[in-house]
């Protein structure tokens, strides 16, 4: 049985992926980083549906955290590989640019995009070695064409794509794939806060999408079925840019 690990998985997008591809017959690993009751749900799910999956709780902007419970989760399964990684874990600080705090510039930095170098780095040599990988990152609308007040959320998805284009690019050799994912809004507790019925009349399908919604995709990307598909981008935005 493949094992992926979906971070960010206690919430939002990153919960629904991380039951759909329990539900798809992986082992499911769940990061998240604080919301352990909103992980055990997510494990539930998962378990209800039929599937199986752990918990495995790090902060994924801190290379020493991520180090450490990804080398003792293979200390703790030493026959095991994870061969397909979700990197969901992501956060918005909006703000516009001219009063950006420092920190506001930095968390986003450090948790989309530091996250995405550290997590991927320590899992992708025993992908190369296995010669089989797959990789998703979840990027956003916003770092595809911009969002004012997102400069800082912007440039950090906006990295991330040009990261995975350059990163299928180098282990595409080794059957390892690297795609993104770019959800427009999306119902989580990103965007509760955000007024739906205004912002849903910019939205050619005329709706938030479901978190599901973007699951499906990366359902699919995952799949063996998507074997000659890499360095891709795809958005999941109702039409809102393509
Ligand atoms: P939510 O705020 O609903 O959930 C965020 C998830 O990320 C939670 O599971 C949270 O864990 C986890 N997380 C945050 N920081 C860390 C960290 N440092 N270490 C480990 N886990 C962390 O977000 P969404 O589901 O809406 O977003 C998921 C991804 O999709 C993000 O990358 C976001 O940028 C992207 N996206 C979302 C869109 C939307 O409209 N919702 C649109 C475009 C992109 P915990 O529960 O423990 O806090």
Do not use: C
């Not at 690993?29 to 378990?47: G, P």
């Amino acid at each position: 049985m493949k094992i992926a690990l979906v971070t960010g998985g206690s919430r939002g997008i990153g919960k629904a992926i991380a039951v759909r591809l329990g539900s798809d017959a992986y082992h499911v690993i769940v990061n998240y980083r604080t919301n352990e009751s909103e992980a055990r749900d997510t494990l539930e799910r998962i378990r209800s549906a039929g599937g199986s999956g752990e918990l495995l709780s790090f902060d994924v902007s801190n290379a020493q955290e991520v180090s450490r419970a990804l080398d003792q989760w293979h200390d703790a399964n030493p026959d095991k590989k994870i061969s397909i990684l979700v990197n969901n874990a992501g956060l918005a600080r909006d703000n516009l640019m001219v009063f950006m705090s420092d920190q506001e510039w930095k968390d986003v930095m450090a948790t989309n995009l530091d996250s995405f170098f550290f997590v991927t780095r320590h899992l992708l040599q025993n992908m190369l070695v296995g010669k089989w990988g797959r990789i998703v990152n979840i990027v956003s609308l916003s770092g595809q064409k911009g969002l004012p007040g997102q400069v800082n959320y912007s440039a950090s998805k906006g990295a991330m794509i040009a990261a995975t284009k350059s990163l299928a690019m180098e282990v595409g050799k080794k059957r390892v794939t690297v795609n993104a994912v770019a959800p427009g809004f999306i119902r989580t507790d990103m965007t509760k806060d955000l007024d739906e019925k205004q912002l849903s009349a910019l939205v050619p399908l005329r709706r938030f999408g479901e978190p599901e919604e973007v699951a499906e995709v990366v359902s699919f990307l995952v799949s063996e079925g998507a074997s000659y598909i890499t360095g891709e981008i795809i958005s999941v935005n109702g039409g809102m840019y393509s």
